[in-house]
């Protein structure tokens, strides 16, 4: 069956440190990844996209991700941590018969 | 400016009542996704049209119920017989067919409080 985990629930990290948000999925065939953001009581926004291209994608503000075939993972990073970064981040995989599957979201909390 | 708009933000229901929930889109889109969102449980579908007159439930559809008689519209009514109808509702919509890069565009969300 078709699978979307973020491995963490709430992440923190100090303001100007690294951010990882972390994704594994399950699919049979290589599926488009996307890594949304939503600030509170707002809708998502679209962080960046996996569509079978390059490998390492690169988003909005800072963040990029990679896909990892073999480890089926998508892990979301940024090299320093922006005070307003602070909000919730899904990853979706939409499969081939647009089927979308939402990850249920990391929060992220950016120390001062 | 392109985008889609859900009214209205803040929605106050007596328990009992049916109440609409709008979506309007002008990015020609001909898929468009109603979801619900509580806390911790991410987002979950409740219904989507991938073309005007047509629709198809999603994993949570009881007691909700949908129209799409134009392509800029996906009005959502939250019926009388929806258990637990307290949450954050979003809209949104995509570019149509069998590409898998389209991504979904998001509405602001309404969030309905039903008492």
């Known amino acids: 069956a078709q699978s979307v985990t973020q491995l963490d629930s709430h992440v923190s990290v100090s303001e100007g440190t690294p951010v990882l948000l972390r994704c594994n999925y399950s699919?049979?065939?290589?599926?488009?990844l996307f890594w949304y953001v939503q600030h509170p009581n707002k809708g998502l926004q679209l962080l960046l996209k996996?569509?079978?291209?390059?490998?390492l994608v690169k988003g909005i503000n800072g963040f990029e991700a990679e896909f990892k075939k073999s480890e089926t993972s998508f892990h979301l990073t940024k090299p320093s941590a922006h005070m307003s970064d602070a909000a919730e981040y899904f990853c979706?995989?939409?499969?081939?018969?647009?089927?979308?599957?939402f990850g249920k979201g990391t929060r992220l909390h950016i120390l001062p | 400016d392109g985008g889609i708009t859900q009214s209205p933000k803040y929605l106050f229901r007596k328990e009992g009542q049916n109440v609409t929930l709008s979506c309007e889109q002008n990015?020609?889109?001909?898929?468009m996704y109603w979801y619900r969102q509580d806390p911790g449980q991410g987002l979950r579908l409740i219904y989507y049209?991938?073309?005007?007159?047509?629709?198809q439930k999603g994993d949570i559809a009881e007691g909700y119920s949908v129209s799409r008689e134009k392509k800029e519209s996906f009005p959502l009514t939250v019926t009388s017989a929806q258990k637990n109808p307290t949450a954050f509702y979003l809209c949104?919509?995509?570019?149509?067919?069998?590409?898998?890069?389209?991504?979904?565009?998001f509405g602001p969300g309404t969030r309905l409080t039903v008492t």
């Open positions: 949104a919509s995509s570019r149509g067919g069998a590409a898998l890069s389209y991504e979904q565009y």
């Open positions: 699919s049979s065939y290589s599926p488009s």
């Open positions: 996996y569509t079978s291209a390059a490998t």
């Open positions: 979706v995989v939409k499969l081939r018969d647009d089927k979308i599957i």
């Open positions: 990015l020609n889109h001909d898929a």
């Open positions: 049209s991938q073309i005007v007159n047509d629709f």
